[in-house]
């Protein structure tokens, strides 16, 4: 994983595979990668924030910025964690369970829903982690992305 300076050298921030990547207000970096969650602190460097997934897919920061969402393909389900003063990882639970196929990615909004790509399309869970519903879509999905809508006045 790199990062590309204004004067346009990269800077190499883990040598680690990433698989979904998600960047704090505060400098902190998490990613799911094949160990584990890991973190990349602006003052300390990259750790493994968390090993209690078996096969992280997808990482997502609450609206608030002081929980990470992670969507654990091996256990099929989604854990969330509580985010230190630190950056560092504590308290993970299981938020949600996806029994019936492996979740990927995931996102949040600011009403605290989280969105998952799962099994048949994208599942949608509130803030307490109760199942709303699934948006079916043709095939299951491999991951999903927010993208800013713009209207057009004339």
Not at 24 to 40: C, E, K, L, P, Q
Not at 47 to 57: I, Q
Not at 110 to 139: D, M, R, Y
Request: aromatic fraction near 8%.
């Amino acid at each position: 994983m790199t990062r590309t300076e204004k004067d346009g050298k990269l800077t190499v921030l883990s040598h680690q595979n990433a698989t979904d990547v998600v960047y704090a207000i505060d400098g902190n970096i998490y990613f799911s990668g094949t160990a584990g969650v890991h973190g990349i602190h602006p003052k300390s460097g990259e750790a493994v924030a968390s090993r209690e997934c078996e096969r992280p897919a997808g990482v997502a920061l609450g609206p608030n910025q002081q929980q990470l969402y992670v969507a654990d393909a091996g256990q099929r389900n989604i854990r969330i964690f509580d985010i230190a003063a630190n950056g560092a990882l504590k308290n993970g639970r299981v938020f949600a369970d996806m029994k019936v196929g492996p979740p990927a990615g995931l996102k949040t909004d600011e009403s605290g829903w989280v969105w998952v790509a799962g099994p048949g399309g994208i599942w949608v869970f509130n803030k307490e982690g109760n199942l709303l519903g699934t948006i079916a879509i043709p095939e299951s999905p491999s991951n999903l992305n927010w993208e800013r809508a713009s209207t057009i006045c004339s």
